[in-house]
T-cell receptor
Framework: KQEVTQIPAALSVPEGENLVLNCSFTDSAIYNLQWFRQDPGKGLTSLLLIQSSQREQTSGRLNASLDKSSGRSTLYIAASQPGDSATYLCAASNDYKLSFGAGTTVTVRA | NAGVTQTPKFQVLKTGQSMTLQCAQDMNHEYMSWYRQDPGMGLRLIHYSVGAGITDQGEVPNGYNVSRSTTEDFPLRLLSAAPSQTSVYFC?????????????FGSGTRLTVV
């Protein structure tokens, strides 16, 4: 069974600091790994999708890396802003399901 | 706008009542699924479908029923609501299961069973 862990569970940083969010998974036979953002009381917004053959993906200030052999993915958010405050979820795709981590709740202080 | 549409957004049920949560997508995705999100438990798969007429159970299927008569729709039925089914329910779809395609999620249905 795929187990996904996210560290840290919560993070508070001043505006402008770079964010590093970690995700680890136990089964390396994944199709892809997806990072989502969830605002309080809202749905999941897809941020980045890294396919199993890729090492990283970038979108604006966001960069995600994937190391299948070690079972790790890292989401980097450059120059954080208060609007980046949210919960970030990583999800590993195996077979017919996504396995989610518990999330990292980020607070960016103005 | 293309995407996954869930209705209703909020619902309060009494114990023992039944209801159907609706999910529709207009992206011609073959794969659709239902998750529930609970504090401290994360998101867990309830049921999924790899195409019209084909459904299967996920991690927590008890108390729920699904069917898939069209590619676009994947309703989730609560047979006899229980307080333990109080949760936020998300529908998700993907072009194909077991592939390099990502998932698109709906905005969720917040269900309270009293």
């Amino acid at each position: 069974k795929q187990e996904v862990t996210q560290i840290p569970a919560a993070l508070s940083v001043p505006e402008g600091e770079n964010l590093v969010l970690n995700c680890s998974f136990t089964d390396s036979a994944i199709y892809n790994l997806q990072w989502f953002r969830q605002d309080p009381g809202k749905g999941l917004t897809s941020l980045l999708l890294i396919q199993s053959s890729q090492r990283e993906q970038t979108s604006g200030r966001l960069n995600a890396s994937l190391d299948k052999s070690s079972g790790r993915s890292t989401l980097y958010i450059a120059a954080s802003q208060p609007g980046d405050s949210a919960t970030y979820l990583c999800a590993a795709s195996n077979d017919y399901k996504l396995s989610f981590g518990a999330g990292t709740t980020v607070t960016v202080r103005a | 706008n293309a995407g996954v549409t869930q209705t209703p957004k909020f619902q309060v049920l009494k114990t023992g009542q039944s209801m159907t949560l609706q999910c529709a997508q207009d992206m011609n995705h073959e794969y659709m699924s239902w998750y529930r999100q609970d504090p401290g438990m994360g998101l867990r798969l309830i049921h999924y479908s790899v195409g019209a007429g084909i459904t299967d159970q996920g991690e927590v299927p008890n108390g729920y029923n699904v069917s898939r008569s069209t590619t676009e729709d994947f309703p989730l039925r609560l047979l006899s609501a229980a307080p333990s089914q109080t949760s936020v329910y998300f529908c998700a779809s993907s072009y194909s299961a077991g592939s390099n395609y990502g998932y698109t999620f709906g905005s969720g249905t917040r269900l309270t069973v009293v």
